[in-house]
């Protein structure tokens, strides 16, 4: 037998053990309890959705699905023990744009390739943001809003959760694409941020819409826009950002499935088949949409494909911005 014949025969038998491997591995899964590790802190909508899901996939699995919450980096320290681990499906995370498209770009030495350290499984939820103003702001929708600020360059300030966040984000992408001077005040969590909007201090602000909902109601502050590609199931009167003057616009709290790089496809198929079925119950979608979470689902690879997309967008948004950060 010749030498080149030789390696042929032992590369071809050597992808046949990884298929065969990968076919067993499958075939074995779920062995034991699978982690989810939701990356932030407990009480929060990604500690609540993964509580939510976690004991359907538990039922469709046949072992149990224990929620942990690591928290840390802005949830990288969360995903980061995800990319770290046995890629055999048993720990899973819950993405989100900050520790999955954002982080990769706003933080020095991130730990972790999204892309090729976590298997994308499936996108499930989006939690609507919507772009709020103080009630005395002299504008009511996209339009007047975007005109105030041309004719008071540097005026208009807008509040967030925090730098980096997707809300401080959405500002900076609406500064991109529509060419205002928003100036962003940068606030440690949602509640603050939401106190000065009601004040007065800040006029404006981009919120999640569970927490700026109520006072949307009660008229204590004014709803604009929404961020998302589609209306709001909770507001579906009120219009998007994109169709309201600033076409191709697009900002959500998204929610996903990862899983270790390496795991085997048909583990990843299995995990999303489930994801599917928990997704589609009745019970499920209605907790979800208490909490202002709206369901969703896609496959493996239209959620691999949102992901790259995600990284060079927001990327030039950091960029332009000047939000780069050390942490």
Do not use: C
């Not at 309890?33 to 046949?62: H, K, N, Q, V, Y």
């Not at 809300?167 to 603050?192: I, R, W």
């Not at 369901?295 to 030039?316: G, L, N």
């Amino acid at each position: 037998m010749t030498y080149p014949r030789r390696r042929g025969l032992l590369k071809l038998a050597g992808a046949m053990l990884l298929l065969v491997g990968s076919a067993v591995n499958a075939a074995d899964f779920p062995s034991k309890p699978i982690r989810l590790i939701a990356p932030f802190a407990a009480g929060g909508s990604t500690d609540l959705l993964a509580r939510i899901i976690a004991p359907e996939m538990a039922r469709r699995l046949g072992q149990n699905v224990i929620v942990e919450n690591k928290l840390g980096a802005g949830g990288s320290i969360g995903l980061g023990e995800v990319a770290k681990a046995d890629p055999d499906g048993h720990v899973l995370g819950v993405a989100s744009p900050g520790p999955m498209v954002v982080n990769v770009t706003l933080m020095d030495n991130f730990p972790y390739d999204p892309v090729n350290d976590l298997a994308a499984v499936a996108l499930i939820a989006d939690l609507p943001i919507v772009l709020v103003a103080n009630p005395g702001v002299a504008a009511n929708d996209m339009a007047s809003l975007i005109a105030l600020d041309k004719a008071n360059p540097g005026k208009l300030f807008f509040a967030s959760p925090g730098t980096g966040t997707t809300m401080h984000l959405s500002g900076e992408l609406l500064n991109v694409m529509a060419g205002t001077k928003l100036q962003h005040v940068p606030y440690k969590g949602g509640s603050l941020a939401t106190t000065d909007i009601l004040s007065g201090n800040v006029q404006l602000g981009f919120l999640d819409f569970p927490s700026a909902g109520p006072f949307i109601a009660s008229g204590k502050m004014k709803a604009l826009a929404v961020g998302n590609k589609r209306r709001a199931l909770s507001a579906p009167n009120l219009p998007t950002i994109a169709e309201s003057g600033v076409p191709g616009y697009e900002t959500s709290g998204w929610f996903g499935i990862v899983a270790p790089g390496k795991t085997p496809p048909e583990v990843v198929r299995r995990i999303n088949a489930v994801l599917g079925e928990v997704m589609a119950l009745p019970d499920v979608r209605s907790r979800l949409n208490q909490i202002g979470v709206e369901p969703t689902m896609t496959s493996p690879a239209e959620f691999s494909q949102f992901i790259k997309s995600e990284i060079p967008k927001w990327a030039r948004v950091i960029q332009v911005s000047g939000s780069k950060t050390k942490r």
